[in-house]
């Protein structure tokens, strides 16, 4: 038994123990002072939280890098084992084909025995990079073969692909391809094929393939794959982790402010972004709703210029209209008795005419628009027939397109194309976009395309003109708008007939579309659906520009005695027949709507 004494313990003593709990104490303290400080900093800097992040990626993407020199290295690895591997097979072959071409042998057995040592040698040569095998297979079937198909391992010939047989057959080089071997577990493992032509005693032509069993090599890969799915895994969870603290730390404020301006630009200008802390999105924070108020303020200054203006539009269209029709009174009383002046004041007086109804015309669009401006513009629907309002306007048109030498023919593409329209609206749209075709048709006929489907009506006015280009077709509807200012107006239009036709067109929930290619003239489509309020459909009833043949074109005054159905696919009459396609102008060079002609496109003119 084992002895020893044993003592008492010691008394703790009390001011020890008060002076190591107040040390304690400091420390925790000074931890929690240090810890507030950093984390005060942390909330306040943006910059600081994306420098950290950054850092955190950045050892991410190092590592990236790391597996992608791996992969580098490894492919570089295979490579040099596929140089070796290329490297002994040529040697190995050129060493078959010099003990094949110098065999003495003159029967079969000889020979035979030769083969059989000479791939057994090849073979399990010692020094192979790896595992190796030897084909023989004879590329003719004679009666005087010493040697058949042979191996070195008892591999069959039938591993050889046809694209490395008939390679070897053709060609006395050596080439190889990657193949597949049978595998015990009832697979496949990669391999690669050398071959090349060796001759044999009597002279026979045989096919010398030598084998590598890639698999080892193979294994290697797998397991390097195998460690970068694992990496990759732990890559993306890292990734995704990341992505959610960013998310919530500095995404989420910027997704805020992306809604605030969303729901901004939609119009409500009463959103404001709400305002934490003192860091970079606080101030960001400030900024914008600065912003938002300055944007506020001034879009409703604009709002009250624009009322403004319109009214101001308004009653000066108004008010202008009782001393206009005065003045119209008086110059059409001078008109009518121009005969009676000299030439000087006859020709003031038809120009005073001419400038009345201009201005008339003018006054008249400004008020059109006020009213759309005003939403006071309203439809009086009722069934029309599309195809006799365009044979109307068409012949009331006709001295215009006299005027200009122009001829101007309705194509029908059906017997039945009603809808409940605005019969004045629709008429002056088409009136306005014929009148812009006769104006820049350059003397060449116009064509007004009549068709519909089920649910819509479609009437497209092409021309053969300048044409204009698809910048000046994107415009073409502004108010005011002209492809080329210096351009002399004839037809007296405003300016305004495009876009009182659009607004016409919106009214009836239809579309209008415009078309042109310089020196091949310019086309605009309309489209209404065939009931009052229903919207069109997807498919147009005609194309743009349309496609249409001569035979199809009619003259207005060729509709009238015809029945509706006979509108399609009628021929023409033999007067109509004569007239040519393209009718030149006397005073226009025969070059004029070619691709040299003036950058200029038909302007929105219209009499409304």
Same mark, same amino acid.
Request: glycine content about 8%; aromatic content about 4%.
């Given at each position: 038994m084992?002895?020893?004494t044993?003592?008492?313990?010691?008394?703790a003593d009390?001011?020890?123990?008060g002076?190591?709990a107040?040390?304690?104490?400091?420390?925790?303290?000074?931890?929690?002072?240090?810890?507030?400080?950093?984390?005060?900093?942390?909330?306040?800097?943006?910059?600081?939280?994306?420098?950290?992040?950054?850092?955190?990626l950045?050892?991410?993407?190092?590592?990236?890098?790391a597996?992608f020199?791996?992969?580098?290295?490894?492919?570089?690895?295979?490579?040099?084992?596929?140089?070796?591997v290329e490297?002994?097979?040529?040697?190995?072959?050129n060493?078959?084909?010099?003990?094949?071409n110098?065999?003495?042998?003159n029967?079969?057995?000889?020979?035979?025995l030769?083969?059989?040592?000479?791939?057994?040698?090849l073979?399990?040569?010692?020094?192979?990079?790896?595992?190796r095998?030897?084909?023989?297979?004879?590329l003719?079937?004679t009666?005087?073969l010493?040697?058949?198909?042979k191996?070195?391992?008892?591999?069959?010939?039938?591993?050889?692909?046809?694209?490395?047989?008939q390679?070897?057959?053709?060609?006395?080089g050596?080439?190889?391809?990657s193949?597949?071997?049978?595998?015990?577990?009832?697979?496949?493992?990669?391999?690669l094929?050398?071959?090349?032509?060796?001759t044999?005693?009597?002279?026979?032509?045989?096919?010398?393939y030598?084998?590598?069993d890639?698999?080892?090599v193979?294994d290697?890969?797998?397991?390097l794959?195998?460690?970068?799915?694992v990496a990759?895994?732990?890559l993306?969870?890292?990734?995704?982790?990341i992505?959610?603290?960013v998310?919530?730390?500095v995404?989420?404020?910027?997704?805020?402010?992306?809604?605030?301006?969303?729901?901004?630009?939609?119009?409500d200008?009463?959103?404001?972004?709400?305002?934490?802390?003192e860091?970079e999105?606080?101030?960001?924070?400030?900024?914008?709703?600065?912003?938002?108020d300055n944007?506020?303020?001034?879009?409703?200054?604009?709002?009250?210029?624009?009322?403004?203006?319109?009214?101001f539009?308004?009653?000066?269209?108004?008010?202008?209209?009782t001393?206009?029709?005065?003045?119209?009174m008086a110059?059409?009383?001078?008109?009518?008795?121009?005969?009676?002046?000299?030439a000087?004041?006859?020709?003031?007086?038809?120009?005073?005419y001419?400038q009345?109804?201009?201005?008339q015309?003018? @006054?008249?669009?400004?008020? $059109?628009? !006020? %009213?759309?401006?005003? =939403?006071?513009a309203?439809?009086?629907?009722?069934?029309? /027939?599309?195809?006799?309002?365009?044979?109307?306007?068409?012949?009331?048109?006709q001295?215009?397109?006299?005027?200009?030498?122009t001829a101007?023919y309705?194509?029908?593409?059906g017997?039945e194309?009603?809808?409940?329209?605005?019969?004045?609206?629709?008429e002056?749209?088409?009136?306005?976009?014929?009148?812009n075709?006769?104006?820049?048709?350059?003397?060449?006929?116009?064509?007004?395309?009549?068709?519909?489907?089920?649910?819509?009506?479609?009437?497209?006015?092409?021309?053969?003109?300048?044409?204009?280009?698809e910048e000046?077709?994107s415009?073409?509807?502004d108010?005011?708008?002209r492809?080329?200012p210096?351009?002399?107006?004839?037809?007296?239009g405003?300016g305004?007939? @495009?876009s009182?036709?659009? $607004?016409? !067109? %919106?009214?009836?929930? =239809?579309?209008?579309?415009?078309?042109?290619?310089?020196? /091949?003239?310019?086309?605009?489509?309309?489209?209404?659906?065939?009931?009052?309020?229903?919207?069109?459909?997807?498919?147009?009833?005609?194309?743009?520009?349309?496609?249409?043949?001569?035979?199809?074109?009619?003259?207005?005054?060729?509709?009238?005695?015809?029945?509706?159905?006979?509108?399609?696919?009628?021929?023409?009459p033999?007067?109509?027949?004569?007239?040519?396609l393209?009718?030149?102008?006397?005073?226009?060079?025969?070059?004029?709507?070619?691709?040299?002609?003036?950058d200029a496109?038909?302007?929105e003119?219209?009499?409304?």
């Open positions: 084992t002895t020893g044993v003592t008492a313990p010691e008394q009390p001011a020890a123990a002076s190591d107040g040390a304690g104490s400091r420390s925790r303290e000074v931890l929690l002072g240090w810890f507030s400080a950093v984390r005060r900093r942390w909330t306040a800097s943006l910059q600081l939280r994306t420098v950290a992040i950054t850092a955190v950045t050892l991410v993407a190092a590592g990236v890098l597996l020199l791996t992969q580098q290295i490894t492919s570089g690895l295979f490579q040099s084992r596929f140089d070796q490297a002994e097979s040529n040697r190995g072959l060493q078959a084909r010099s003990i094949f110098n065999a003495n042998t029967d079969s057995e000889t020979t035979d030769l083969v059989t040592n000479t791939l057994n040698q073979a399990g040569e010692t020094g192979a990079t790896v595992v095998d030897m084909v023989l297979v004879p003719e079937d009666q005087n010493f040697v058949g198909p191996s070195s391992s008892g591999l069959s010939a039938d591993v050889i692909p046809d694209g490395l047989s390679a070897v057959q053709s060609g006395s050596t080439y190889w391809q193949i597949a071997l049978p595998a015990e577990d009832g697979g496949t493992s990669p391999a094929a050398f071959g090349t032509q060796v044999l005693p009597p002279g026979n032509i045989y096919a010398l030598m084998v590598y890639l698999s080892s193979q290697t890969l797998d397991y794959m195998r460690v970068l799915v990759g895994a732990m993306v969870m890292m990734n995704s982790l992505a959610v603290y998310t919530r730390s995404v989420r404020p910027v997704g805020q402010a992306a809604s605030a301006a969303e729901t901004l630009s939609s119009g200008l009463s959103v404001r972004m709400p305002v934490h802390g860091d999105m606080a101030r960001l924070g400030t900024s914008f709703n600065r912003m938002a944007i506020q303020d001034q879009i409703t200054q604009l709002a009250e210029l624009s009322q403004m203006q319109q009214r539009v308004s009653d000066v269209s108004h008010e202008l209209r001393p206009l029709t005065t003045v119209r110059a059409e009383v001078l008109y009518d008795s121009r005969d009676g002046f000299d000087i004041n006859r020709r003031s007086t038809e120009l005073l001419h009345v109804e201009r201005f015309a003018l @006054l008249a669009d400004l008020l $059109e628009i !006020t %009213r759309f401006d005003a =939403g006071a309203t439809m009086a629907p009722e069934k029309t /027939d599309i195809l006799h309002l365009a044979t109307d306007v068409v012949q009331t048109a001295p215009l397109a006299h005027k200009a030498n101007v309705v194509v029908p593409m017997s194309v009603s809808a409940h329209v605005d019969p004045r609206r629709i002056r749209i088409i009136r306005n976009l014929v009148n075709a006769i104006e820049h048709g350059e003397g060449r006929p116009v064509d007004v395309v009549v068709g519909a489907n089920d649910s819509d009506v479609a009437v497209v006015v092409r021309d053969h003109g300048i044409g204009m280009s000046q077709a415009r073409v509807f108010r005011f708008w492809a080329d210096a351009r002399a107006r004839t037809t007296g405003s305004l007939g @495009l009182i036709a659009s $607004e016409d !067109t %919106r009214l009836h929930n =239809g579309r209008l579309d415009a078309w042109g290619r310089l020196g /091949d003239g310019s086309a605009f489509r309309l489209i209404i659906p065939r009931s009052s309020g229903a919207a069109v459909g997807e498919d147009a009833p005609l194309q743009l520009p349309p496609a249409y043949t001569e035979a199809q074109r009619r003259l207005p005054s060729d509709l009238e005695d015809l029945e509706p159905s006979q509108l399609a696919g009628e021929v023409l033999d007067r109509i027949q004569e007239q040519s393209y009718r030149q102008r006397p005073d226009t060079p025969a070059s004029a709507g070619s691709a040299d002609a003036p496109a038909p302007h003119e219209d009499e409304s």
